[in-house]
Each structure stands twice: as C-alpha cells, then as structure tokens.
Nanobody, 123 residues
Framework: QVQPVESGGGSVQAGGSLRLSCHAS????????MGWFRQPPVKEREFVAT????????DYADSVKDRFIISRDNNKDTVYLQMNNLQAEDTAVYYC????????????????WGKGTEVTVSS
C-alpha cells in the first residue's frame, strides 16, 4: 500500500490559483490510480478528479472541469492538482487517495487516504 500526504493548501482570493501536491510513499506508486476528493464545511466528501497509473486516463467532477488539472509524476511518487479560477464554493479540505486498479470517482473505491489539506477561497 501507499500512504498519501497532501500539501499546498492555503487561502486565496476568488479567481486565484493553487497547486496541491500529494506524495504517496510506499511501494509501487506507479501501479495505483490516484484521486482527489474534497469535503466542504458541513457537507459530505465529494469527488474532484482522478488519474490512472500511467497518467493517460483522467476524469473530473463537472464542477471543476476546465478549471482544475490533475497530473502525476511517477518518478517522484507524486500527484498534483492544479486549481485555477478558484471560487468560494471550492473551499474545502482536499484529500488525496489511492486505489489499486483503474480510475474511480467514488469514495468507497479508495482504500488509502491522506489526512487532507485545507483550501479557503474568499470572495
């Protein structure tokens, strides 16, 4: 298994950008699909983006398409989430997760989770 650790969260004005990183230590990172999820205040955790182990297959939640970009560097055991044109509704704790197999968009499909990094967008 891998152990994801997120970084890069912070506070930003609406319209700004942030890049989140997730370093997943452990064996065989390149064989795991990775996902980003977020949990807004008093809401359930929701899917944001996912990327396959080669980086070719990606998928996004409709709410972030055309604004967020997921990528990975298997040489660094790291997955990234570039977030552009951030809006107040993007405020949440962002979690990185790993799963053996193909990309997935559901919380229950992932069995390795980081502790999260907080993103606050002010309008």
């Amino acid at each position: 298994q891998v152990q994801p650790v997120e970084s890069g969260g912070g506070s930003v004005q609406a319209g700004g950008s942030l890049r989140l990183s997730c370093h997943a230590s452990g064996r065989l990172f390149s064989t795991y699909a990775m996902g980003w999820f977020r949990q807004p205040p008093v809401k359930e955790r929701e899917f944001v983006a996912t990327i396959g182990w080669l980086g070719r297959n990606v998928d996004y939640a409709d709410s972030v398409k055309d604004r967020f970009i997921i990528s990975r560097d298997n040489n660094k055991d790291t997955v990234y989430l570039q977030m552009n044109n951030l809006q107040a509704e993007d405020t949440a704790v962002y979690y990185c997760a790993a799963r053996a197999g193909d990309i997935g968009g559901r919380v229950w499909e992932y069995n390795c989770w980081g502790k999260g990094t907080e993103v606050t967008v002010s309008s």
